[in-house]
């Protein structure tokens, strides 16, 4: 096991822009989800994928969307970028719907 | 809609002072209750994961428990590395439209002072 590793770990982006995420979960690990833990809160889930397909969404807006590819990488894109956005971007991965999440450290996203 | 609720928000300690966090759910049908660690700046690490009323599980000095309404983590003689937020998840039963994501209490932030 490698673990969970996600880039880059600090990230400055100005309103307005368009960000991509990168997350590498554990082999063996079809599932990922994505969370978005703002200062002082619980990280709130935006979405997951299993086997390369979304199958599940939280209450986040269209502009967050992502990707999961077969060699176990996954990416959070977020559009039109607001400065609400500014936030700790979590990615966790499991081997199926019934064991538990691997969570990576995470990425600081701040938008100016 | 599901909802976890933690408490206290915060906690102080002394070294050695035995408490208890608590986490209070409501879930459309639990699949299980989730306990994680997590440290400043740092990616939520699991500790526990409960099923079904009754259950406990043990790891060092925490205790996890689990009744139809609420989980208690048991913090047992603490030491100050044990000083971390503790946070308190829910997964629902059946899924479609983002059940199978995880539902987040804000946690409780722990310190243990020597």
């Known amino acids: 096991e490698t673990g969970v590793t996600q880039s880059p770990t600090h990230l400055i982006k100005t309103r307005g822009q368009q960000v991509t995420l990168r997350c590498s979960s554990q082999?063996?690990?079809?599932?990922v989800s994505w969370y978005q833990q703002a200062l002082g809160q619980g990280p709130q889930f935006i979405f997951q994928?299993?086997?390369?397909?979304?199958?599940g969404r939280g209450n986040f807006p269209p502009r967050f969307s992502g990707l999961q590819f077969p060699n176990y990488s996954s990416e959070l894109n977020v559009n039109a970028l607001e400065l609400d956005d500014s936030a700790l971007y979590l990615c966790?991965?499991?081997?199926?719907?019934?064991?538990?999440?691997?969570f990576g450290s995470g990425t600081r996203l701040t938008v100016v | 809609e599901d909802q976890v609720t933690q408490s206290p928000e915060a906690l102080r300690l002394q070294e050695g002072e035995s408490s208890s966090l608590n986490c209070s759910y409501t879930?459309?049908?639990?699949?299980?209750l989730f306990w994680y660690r997590q440290d400043p700046g740092k990616g939520p690490e699991f500790l526990f994961t409960?099923?079904?009323a009754g259950e406990e599980k043990e790891k060092e000095r925490l205790k996890a428990t689990l009744t139809k309404k609420e989980s208690f983590l048991h913090i047992t003689a603490p030491k100050p590395e044990d000083s971390a937020t503790y946070l308190c998840?829910?997964?629902?039963?059946?899924?479609?439209?983002?059940?199978?994501?995880?539902?987040f209490g804000k946690g409780t932030h722990l310190i243990i002072q020597p």
């Open positions: 409960l099923y079904s």
């Open positions: 994928y299993y086997r390369e397909e979304e199958n």
């Open positions: 998840a829910v997964q629902a039963m059946y899924s479609g439209g983002g059940a199978d994501g995880l539902t």
């Open positions: 966790a991965s499991s081997l199926d719907r019934n064991t538990g999440y691997t």
């Open positions: 082999s063996g690990h079809n599932t």
């Open positions: 879930v459309s049908g639990l699949r299980g």
